[in-house]
């Protein structure tokens, strides 16, 4: 995890406290806090082990992060620079849902906190985040420092946490290819085009598309030819008003047929898919009240 950190006093005081209750009792730890002379402090439970950092200025925002895996323990960074860690061990938890409590202990004061001194922090806290992993310490220090991946590409001073998991990966002062797509490209459709899917009508191991026109009472099929483009539409009537269309192969002849939802005519269209991008005349079941 890791959060922005400015006191406004000195002593002890509860950064993060985990907690089975909402008033912070019950199975308790507090992982980060101050120890009584103002230390910042990482724990970690079961066995108890903790980390012991610098005392942090008053009035002056610092970066804390700790990580945690079972093959390196707890790690603890201020301003993303490394300052202890324990040896490899595990970090015992319950078995129910942690609620997380910022800035103070509420009424778990006597929790698992070892050196911290917990009770109600002073001070202010920013960009508080929690990790499914365990972070490198190149990731911990780009944490600390502006962001440069506004162009979604890594120039070597960020990592894919700077930029949601997005970014593309390259190296200082190397070219970089990015992703580009072709021009746009519109196919006309019917009157009111509603409902689409997308499927392999044909098997050929390209995707089709097929589009319901709602107004025109019709679907229209458009078969890709495998190079970007497509086919001009082949339309099959619907009854009055369809809304919705899908496609599975209803038969097991390998084949996929369409369903069309009928609004209008309170009914469902099946179009039985045939060989040779066909398929037969339409099968009206009726169905609920619209």
């Known amino acids: ?21 909402t008033n912070g009792k019950g199975w308790c730890i507090v992982p980060i806090g101050f120890s009584s002379a103002g230390n910042i402090i990482a724990t970690v439970w079961a066995p ?11 009035n002056t925002w610092t970066h804390i992060a700790t990580t945690y895996s079972q093959t390196y323990g707890l790690t603890l960074y201020v301003n993303g620079v490394f300052v202890g860690s324990t040896a490899p061990q595990s970090n ?11 800035g103070n202990s509420l009424g778990g004061g006597g929790c698992n906190s070892q050196s911290i001194v917990t009770g109600i922090f002073s001070g202010y806290l920013d960009e508080f985040r929690v990790y499914s992993r365990e972070l490198s310490a190149r990731e911990v220090s780009a944490l600390t420092k502006d962001k440069s991946c506004s162009d979604g590409i890594m120039n070597g001073d960020e990592t894919d946490i700077d930029c949601g998991g997005s970014c593309l990966t390259c190296a200082v002062d190397s070219s970089c290819q990015s992703l580009t797509y072709s021009p746009y490209v519109s196919y006309s459709t019917g009157n009111q085009p509603g409902s689409i899917s997308i499927a392999d009508l044909d098997n050929d191991n390209n ?12 679907l229209g099929i458009y078969f890709n030819q ?38 209008s005519d309170n009914s469902i269209g099946l179009f039985i898919g045939l060989d ?12 609920g009240s619209y």
């Open 276 to 287: 040779n991008k066909s398929f037969s005349s339409r099968m009206d079941i009726p169905v």
């Open 48 to 58: 108890q082990n903790q980390v012991t950092g610098p005392i942090l200025s008053v």
């Open 1 to 21: 995890m890791s959060l922005w950190v400015q006191r406004t006093s000195t002593g002890g005081g509860t950064l993060v406290h985990y907690s089975v209750q």
């Open 92 to 102: 015992d938890a319950p078995d129910t849902a942690i609620i997380l409590i910022l």
């Open 207 to 218: 995707n089709d598309i097929i589009v319901l026109n709602a107004n025109d009472a019709n």
């Open 226 to 263: 495998g190079n970007g483009t497509f086919q001009t539409p082949i339309i099959f009537q619907t009854a009055s008003y369809p809304q919705f269309v899908g496609s599975v192969d209803l038969n097991n002849d390998n084949n996929l047929d369409l369903i069309v939802a009928q609004a």
